[in-house]
């Protein structure tokens, strides 16, 4: 019985052995000898590559940087650049003597950058590979992604990832499927798995008070607000596109680019002629207007923080609809840092109305006898001390006014139409928010000249009648006196 027991406690510990070491069994390429050590030969083992915190939505593929060889004799594995990247460092200045084991140490011990905007020496180098590949079409190896990671299986070596769809900007992402030696005789391949770093964007627009929607009097000056997340773009990027498109329609009349305001963070910018700079001169945008578009083109080097704040004043025009004014921005940027590829973002719109009075003029209670020439002012205020506008009727009875935000107006009768008395009365109004209508009908009755006021279709012929048998009644009692004075 002791020597089962003892035989099971053996068997069990050779098993642990073997977990813990899990030795890689080298897989290489005859056809292919390395190049630090030309007694090794390609290696052709693979291992999972991860990249967790991606955009379900994006595309990647990965490049390889460094090969893997393995000298059985000695049992040892080196590292040679990947003929793309050596052909890449041969068009540097500061790297062309760089060798493959001073890479590997840059990467082993920093496998992705902190942010999207580092100063590294490790991506300083790979993002300048990576417009190498853009620029000479270098073939990558897709990777499948599945929610918010991206996996790749890839023989042993080091690789660089980029996206190759995307709306978002990226870190350098550098990693390696390495091997590490257990007691100086075992290797074991490692996967890799690293957390993509994300610089997103995004644009808002308002009018007025923090509205996506308001309503103004033609004329009235009201301002315009947009706000932007600002991309941090990584080391050696390209293309560092990034700018306000901002369109509005021909009922809104913009006041000019030397009126546009720009702060950075919280440090409000200066506006020279257009060109929006910090206090000491620096150049941080430049802002230009082609027909109803609006753009502020910046250089996000120059910006110190992430968020934008743009402001600038506006007003409605003789051509606003009442339906609405619509006034739209989005950002334009770059989503390829690499290369010249840019990327618009979903414009943000904001809407503002204006609406108007309808006026119909008749006579008495018949509103088919139908009045020109009725001359009525407009006040926004019932002391009448801010005139609006005034209309006169056409020949169908009616007047508009347009171009009034919603609130209470203040009608006043200059002139009556021919014929009629003129109403004394102040006529209150009160125009609301419909952007179906547009307008808020008001109907107005005069009165003929001569007439006492009076409601109904029949008080002129009673008045009438009543006045002749009055006359009659009078005459005949003249007649009568005079007969009997007489006699």
Same mark, same amino acid.
């Given at each position: 019985?002791?020597?089962?027991?003892?035989?099971?406690?053996?068997?069990?510990?050779?098993?642990?052995?073997? &977990?813990?070491?899990?030795?890689?069994?080298?897989?290489?390429?005859?056809?292919?000898?390395?190049?630090?050590?030309?007694?090794?030969?390609?290696?052709? #083992?693979?291992?999972?590559?991860?990249? #967790?915190?991606?955009?379900?939505?994006?595309?990647?593929?990965?490049?390889?940087?460094?090969?893997?060889?393995?000298?059985?004799?000695?049992?040892?594995?080196?590292?040679?650049?990947?003929?793309?990247?050596?052909?890449?460092?041969?068009?540097?200045?500061?790297?062309?003597?760089?060798?493959?084991?001073?890479?590997?140490?840059?990467?082993?011990?920093?496998?992705?950058?902190?942010?999207?905007?580092?100063?590294?020496?490790?991506?300083?180098?790979?993002?300048?590979?990576?417009?190498?590949?853009?620029?000479?079409?270098?073939?990558?190896?897709?990777?499948?992604? $599945?929610?918010?990671?991206?996996?790749?299986?890839?023989?042993?070596?080091?690789?660089?990832?980029?996206?190759?769809?995307?709306?978002?900007?990226?870190?350098?992402?550098?990693?390696?499927?390495?091997?590490?030696?257990?007691?100086?005789?075992?290797?074991?391949?490692?996967?890799?798995?690293?957390?993509?770093?994300? *610089?997103?964007?995004?644009?808002?627009?308002?009018?007025?008070?923090?509205?996506?929607?308001?309503?103004?009097?033609?004329?009235?000056?009201?301002?315009?607000?947009?706000?932007?997340?600002?991309?941090?773009?990584?080391?050696?990027?390209?293309?560092?596109?990034?700018?306000?498109?901002?369109?509005?329609?021909?009922?809104?009349?913009?006041?000019?680019?030397?009126?546009?305001?720009?702060?950075?963070?919280?440090?409000?910018?200066?506006?020279?002629?257009?060109?929006?700079?910090?206090?000491?001169?620096? &150049?941080?945008?430049?802002? *230009?207007?082609?027909?109803?578009?609006?753009?502020?083109?910046?250089?996000?080097?120059?910006?110190?923080?992430?968020?934008?704040?743009?402001?600038?004043?506006?007003?409605?025009?003789?051509?606003?609809?009442?339906?609405?004014?619509?006034?739209?921005?989005?950002?334009?940027?770059?989503?390829?840092?690499?290369?010249?590829?840019?990327?618009?973002?979903?414009?943000?719109?904001?809407?503002?109305?204006?609406?108007?009075?309808?006026?119909?003029?008749? *006579?008495?209670?018949?509103?088919?006898?139908?009045?020109?020439?009725?001359?009525?002012?407009?006040?926004?205020?019932?002391?009448? $001390?801010?005139?609006?506008?005034?209309?006169?009727?056409?020949?169908?009875?009616?007047?508009?006014?347009?171009?009034?935000?919603?609130?209470?107006?203040?009608?006043?009768?200059?002139?009556?139409?021919?014929?009629?008395?003129?109403?004394?009365?102040?006529?209150?109004?009160?125009?609301?928010?419909?952007?179906?209508?547009?307008?808020?009908?008001?109907?107005?009755?005069?009165?003929?000249?001569?007439?006492?006021?009076?409601?109904?279709?029949?008080?002129? $012929?009673?008045?009438?009648?009543?006045?002749?048998?009055?006359?009659?009644?009078?005459?005949?009692?003249?007649?009568?006196?005079?007969?009997?004075?007489?006699?």
């Amino acid at each position: 019985m002791k020597n089962y027991l003892k035989k099971f406690i053996l068997f069990i510990g050779l098993m642990l052995f073997t &977990v813990v070491y899990a030795e890689t069994v080298i897989t290489v390429d005859n056809t292919k000898k390395g190049i630090t050590d030309t007694g090794s030969y390609y290696i052709t #083992n693979k291992a999972a590559f991860t990249v #967790n915190n991606v955009i379900s939505t994006d595309s990647f593929k990965a490049y390889k940087i460094l090969d893997a060889y393995y000298n059985e004799n000695e049992n040892t594995i080196t590292y040679d650049f990947t003929s793309d990247f050596q052909s890449y460092l041969n068009t540097t200045t500061d790297y062309k003597d760089l060798k493959s084991s001073d890479y590997y140490s840059l990467s082993s011990g920093s496998i992705t950058s902190g942010s999207t905007l580092t100063s590294s020496t490790l991506d300083k180098l790979v993002s300048g590979y990576a417009s190498y590949i853009k620029t000479n079409n270098v073939s990558g190896t897709s990777m499948t992604v $599945s929610g918010n990671t991206a996996t790749v299986s890839l023989e042993a070596g080091s690789y660089l990832i980029l996206p190759v769809s995307t709306a978002k900007v990226y870190a350098v992402m550098v990693g390696n499927l390495d091997f590490t030696a257990e007691d100086d005789k075992y290797w074991n391949l490692n996967d890799e798995t690293i957390v993509a770093k994300v *610089s997103e964007t995004e644009i808002n627009k308002f009018v007025g008070d923090n509205k996506t929607s308001a309503d103004y009097t033609i004329n009235e000056i009201f301002t315009y607000t947009i706000t932007a997340t600002v991309i941090q773009y990584p080391t050696n990027a390209t293309n560092k596109t990034f700018k306000i498109v901002d369109t509005f329609d021909n009922g809104i009349t913009f006041a000019g680019v030397n009126t546009i305001n720009v702060k950075d963070g919280e440090t409000i910018l200066t506006n020279d002629a257009g060109v929006i700079k910090t206090a000491d001169g620096k &150049v941080v945008a430049t802002t *230009s207007l082609n027909g109803n578009t609006i753009t502020i083109d910046f250089i996000v080097d120059n910006l110190t923080s992430t968020t934008i704040t743009v402001t600038y004043n506006a007003s409605l025009n003789a051509n606003a609809l009442c339906t609405g004014n619509k006034n739209t921005a989005k950002l334009i940027y770059s989503n390829d840092p690499y290369s010249d590829g840019t990327y618009e973002t979903e414009e943000k719109t904001t809407t503002v109305y204006t609406y108007g009075i309808k006026i119909l003029k008749y *006579s008495g209670n018949d509103k088919t006898a139908l009045l020109s020439g009725a001359k009525i002012e407009i006040y926004s205020d019932v002391e009448l $001390s801010n005139k609006i506008g005034e209309v006169t009727t056409l020949e169908n009875g009616t007047a508009t006014f347009n171009g009034l935000k919603a609130g209470t107006y203040y009608l006043v009768e200059t002139i009556a139409p021919t014929g009629h008395k003129k109403i004394n009365d102040i006529i209150s109004v009160d125009v609301v928010a419909n952007n179906t209508t547009c307008y808020t009908d008001v109907e107005i009755s005069n009165s003929k000249n001569g007439l006492l006021p009076f409601t109904g279709g029949n008080g002129s $012929s009673a008045y009438t009648i009543i006045g002749g048998l009055l006359v009659v009644i009078g005459g005949g009692l003249m007649v009568y006196y005079r007969k009997k004075n007489l006699a």
